[in-house]
């Protein structure tokens, strides 16, 4: 290890996806001098490279591939899309090394420093940096640190296979080839996003979930569309049913698939998909050693701004629980960088988050604030209002009538409680009910604001409408 004594900084962020580096450049701006540590060979973290980003590239292609395919109907033919696999591939790369290098201007702008290495806690002042192209480690010392590592794919030890035949959502982003036939274990977001790319470029996918539906814990009138539509695309779609070990034999996976009932079967495939969820990146780091409470599932504990039982150490994002989401994470670094410098924590707690959540598959499912099903649990009273994309112009004309609008309002004032949507483009969607929730707008409020005609905007509108029982292009609620 160089040197005796540590170099000492006032404070470091520990990864550069979307929570660390958020974090620095909001530190930056607020006048601190800040340094990055992450590991990776590109700013942006797993989202750019491994995650968000080049997954939507690939759904933006697949979900082209089945427009021009569907144009059929409309009297437009097309021929089968010929796919240049290596291409296609250096496209979507080109995408992620563009936006990471624009993160890396930025961090630049700020005279934000940024370390390539690995950073682990020696004491709670202390990083041991180990840089990851072999050269002698190094310590850091720092006042303050933002924890930012960010979380990675679960692999169950009984689908644990040497093999690259089994594959995590990383390598398969990678696009190694399009095999023939492709399980994709797991019917969570990335599991039928990933099924979804796959499939558009000519391969037979075969989907397995342990529990009873597809995106398990997702309102399932959500559900409902993308469910009978992915029936129609995938080769299978086999629910409550358990992978109980994969085998590989050359250029074949075989899969040993258990039914609820406990009927095994044997199925072959060209390669596997491992998607059944993510884990923090919380081990290996020394947070332990540094007086850092962890829960049982290896998420850091941390309070409302954000700050970690070590009072000087703060984590964001999908290391301390809640949605593993991008956008989270962001909203996470800011309240952490708004409370750097302010004690007690509650003096920057802003309220509860409104976090949307969005499954870019097609058709899209987006939602945010309380659902129905939380409403039932808790027995909390709700008026619910749902508008079919049928009654949407817009939707016609676009030949995608399978969407649909959901509101969940009180009651008694009509103050918009949650909302769901699913349909094409119902991430871009759904912005305007999280706005409207953290606004605490009514479907009055929202009703009448003129929505333009005509846009799938609509929908939110006739859908406040519908609650109050005015929905011009729907028949009115029944009276009790």
Sequence with gaps: MAG?????????????????YPAAFAAADAGHDVVVVDDGPLAGGTCLRSGCI?????????????EASELSGAGVMYGAPGIDLERLRAWKDEIVVSLGGGVGQL??????????????LRDAHTLELEPTNGE????????QLVLATGSRPIRPSSLS????????SAAALGLPDVPKRLLVVGGGYIGLELGTVYRALGCRVTVVEMAGGLLPGADRDLVRPLARRLDSQFEAILLNTLVESLTVEGDEVSAVLVSADGERDVKTFDRVLVAVGRRPNSDGLGLAEAGIEMSEAGQVVVDAAGRTTCDHIFAVGDLCGGPMLAHKATSDARRVVAALDRQPAADVADGPQVVPAVVFTDPEIAWCGLTESEARDTGRAVKVSRVPWAASGRAHSTARTDGMTKLLCEPDGGQLLGAGIVGAGAGELIAEASVAIRAGLTASEIASAIHPHPTLSETLAEAAEHSMGQAIHLLPRRRK
């Design 161 to 168: 296979c040497e093999s690259p035949r089994v594959m995590d």
């Design 136 to 143: 002698e480690s190094s310590l850091l010392g720092f006042d």
């Design 107 to 120: 961090a630049a702008g700020r005279s934000v420093e940024w370390i390539t290495a690995r950073g682990v």
């Design 54 to 66: 080049p997954s939507k590239a690939l759904l933006h292609v697949a979900k082209v591939i089945a």
């Design 4 to 20: 005796d004594e540590p170099r000492h900084v006032p404070l470091v962020v520990l990864g550069g996806g979307p929570g660390g």
